[in-house]
């Protein structure tokens, strides 16, 4: 595996469901993001893991809970979500050493939440 | 405050035309990062360019090119004689720290045959 993988790539789940989306990087990079991208919206930046500690939490709510066990993993556990929340979820990694900035991202997770 | 404009939503040309996409930013930092992805309908967001903003010279690969103009807080994308495969959503994003990333809505572009 190369890159940035995301599992699933589509999943529907009902309003009192509990799943996970799974992100990991094969890059040696450091720094990992959640993103939500909603239709006709901008990107919208959840989380930020930097050597696997949180340090941006964009006033997301809390049925929304992300978990970062070591630099190349980065889960994002879901529960009692809301329809509006159905959106492609994007991970994307970086190397916070490198002063580029440069992220890169994984295919996305397509929620559907019914 | 941070943000990044892109004010046409599609846009819609014939292959071999030019195309240019259209990126203003607004930021009170000093030091800052452009850049353009590509999102092709596979959905995955494909790193073009960054520009740093100490560094105003264009920018040329192949057929994309980019114009950095500080003056008026713009960093325009040009694609030349495009061709179907250029056919994607294009995104325009800002950063002044790993914990800040501002995108714009995208711009659509449709290539014709």
């Known amino acids: 595996e190369t890159g940035v993988t995301q599992t699933p790539r589509h999943l529907v789940m009902g309003m009192t469901n509990k799943k996970s989306l799974k992100c990991e990087q094969h890059?040696?990079?450091?720094?990992m993001y959640w993103y939500k991208q909603s239709a006709k919206k901008p990107l919208e930046l959840m989380f930020v893991y930097n050597f696997k500690e949180q340090t941006e939490n964009n006033s997301v709510p809390s049925r929304f809970s992300p978990e970062c066990p070591n630099s190349s993993h980065l889960f994002l556990h879901l529960h009692t979500l809301q329809p509006e929340d159905s959106a492609l979820y994007l991970c994307?990694?970086?190397?916070?050493?490198?002063?580029?900035?440069?992220?890169?991202f994984g295919p996305g997770t397509r929620l559907t939440v019914t | 405050a941070q943000k990044v404009t892109q004010a046409q939503t599609e846009i819609s040309v014939v292959e071999k035309e030019d195309v240019t996409l259209d990126c203003v930013y607004e930021?009170?930092?000093?030091?800052?990062?452009l850049f353009w992805y590509k999102q092709p309908p596979s959905g995955e967001l494909v790193f073009l360019i960054r520009?740093?903003?100490?560094?105003?010279q264009n920018e040329i690969s192949g057929r994309y090119s980019w114009n950095f103009q500080k003056s008026t807080s713009s960093f325009n994308f040009t694609i030349t004689a495009s061709q179907v495969v250029d056919s994607a959503v294009y995104f325009c994003a800002l950063s002044s720290n790993f914990n800040k990333f501002y995108f714009g809505s995208g711009t659509k572009l449709n290539v014709k045959p």
């Open positions: 890059l040696g990079h450091n720094a």
């Open positions: 930021t009170r930092d000093t030091t800052y990062y």
């Open positions: 994307a990694s970086s190397h916070r050493l490198k002063r580029d900035y440069e992220q890169y």
């Open positions: 520009r740093n903003s100490f560094d105003e």
